[in-house]
T-cell receptor
Framework: DAKTTQPPSMDCAEGRAANLPCNHS???????VYWYRQIHSQGPQYIIH???NNETNEMASLIITEDRKSSTLILPHATLRDTAVYYC??????????????FGTGTRLTIIP | DAGITQSPRYKITETGRQVTLMCHQT?????MFWYRQDLGHGLRLIYY???????DKGEVPDGYVVSRSKTENFPLTLESATRSQTSVYFC??????????????FGSGTRLTVV
């Protein structure tokens, strides 16, 4: 699996957009970018994933560069409840749900009131 | 309620004792996983299962045993608990999030302390 690099921590003001970067320069053509987050003491939560097109859902937007070597997760209007550790994971997607995701240390995002 | 549930939420056990952590999911997802999370190590995969009666080792399987006699249950057993197995344990199952993507849904975790 391609390795990912994320900043260890970031702050963002409440109500502003939080932009979390991730570098995955060794990503292969069939590997997807997944984002999860873990709010204190809870299990990780799936946020979004994408291959090469930008993606948006009710939680966030995912912007993947054209060369696919980096991506940015955007939380458009951050709230205090978005304070969490965010994990960027690169993995081959399958039709069977058998991906064994490898979690790194992620980015600790703190939303400032 | 539909979902994935783990029990117990908290457990304290003594070194050498056997302890079983339970995981139950209501979706009939084929794939289920056990992770442990320790400070400084992030989440590490212990075992996973592709279906009933099919299991395989993950990154850190030593000291653990799993079984999956029914699709909905995936218990994790520590046969002889050691202090190094003090951790937070998360169970997960995978679900389709489309297109060709599968997201994990995690349980709330079991905080295990071995004294």
């Amino acid at each position: 699996d391609a390795k990912t690099t994320q900043p260890p921590s970031m702050d963002c003001a409440e109500g502003r957009a939080a932009n979390l970067p991730c570098n995955h320069s060794t990503i292969s053509g069939n590997e997807y970018v997944y984002w999860y987050r873990q709010i204190h003491s809870q299990g990780p939560q799936y946020i979004i994933h994408g291959l090469k097109n930008n993606e948006t859902n009710e939680m966030a937007s995912l912007i993947i560069t054209e060369d696919r070597k980096s991506s940015t997760l955007i939380l458009p209007h951050a709230t205090l409840r978005d304070t969490a550790v965010y994990y960027c994971i690169v993995r081959v997607a399958s039709n069977f749900g058998n991906e064994k995701l490898t979690f790194g240390t992620g980015t600790r995002l703190t939303i400032i009131p | 309620d539909a979902g994935i549930t783990q029990s117990p939420r908290y457990k304290i056990t003594e070194t050498g004792r056997q302890v079983t952590l339970m995981c139950h999911q209501t979706w009939s997802h084929s794939y289920m996983f056990w992770y442990r999370q320790d400070l400084g190590h992030g989440l590490r995969l212990i075992y996973y299962s592709a279906a009933a009666d099919i299991t395989d080792k993950g990154e850190v399987p030593d000291g653990y045993v799993v079984s999956r006699s029914k699709t909905e249950n995936f218990p994790l057993t520590l046969e002889s608990a050691t202090r190094s197995q003090t951790s937070v344990y998360f169970c997960a199952s995978s679900e389709p999030t489309g297109p060709r993507g599968y997201g994990y849904t995690f349980g709330s975790g079991t905080r295990l302390t071995v004294v």
